[in-house]
Nanobody, 126 residues
Framework: QVQLVESGGGLVQAGGSLRLSCTASGYTFSRYVMGWFRQDPGKEREFVLAVTWNGDRIYYADSVKGRFTISRDNAKNTVYLQMNSLKPEDTAVYYC???????????????????WGQGTQVTVSS
């Protein structure tokens, strides 16, 4: 079965950095766009960023441009989220997700992603 397992969350002070990892299994990892979303209680799930199958194009939410980046290592079936200059408003549960193969256009729509990890908590203190 398809599994996505996230790690690397924690508590950091504003201005600090964290690196999240998501390791995939159960499918051919290199054939799929991978993305990161985040969600706080009472809020809608929010797109953060995504990376194409070979890592050559990255799509960012405006709120994280210049601070976050995504990368992937297809040999390790792993996608990373590097978060720098963290702000309290970045506090959320962060989810790794696989985009389904039947979509084109926007990468930011949650319904286009067919498998999700369990989430990892990121808390940024001020």
């Amino acid at each position: 079965q398809v599994q996505l397992v996230e790690s690397g969350g924690g508590l950091v002070q504003a201005g600090g950095s964290l690196r999240l990892s998501c390791t995939a299994s159960g499918y051919t990892f290199s054939r799929y766009v991978m993305g990161w979303f985040r969600q706080d209680p009472g809020k809608e799930r929010e797109f953060v960023l995504a990376v194409t199958w070979n890592g050559d194009r990255i799509y960012y939410a405006d709120s994280v441009k210049g601070r976050f980046t995504i990368s992937r290592d297809n040999a390790k079936n792993t996608v990373y989220l590097q978060m720098n200059s963290l702000k309290p408003e970045d506090t959320a549960v962060y989810y790794c997700a696989r985009r389904g193969s039947s979509y084109s256009g926007s990468y930011s729509l949650p319904f286009q992603y067919d498998y999700w990890g369990q989430g990892t908590q990121v808390t940024v203190s001020s």
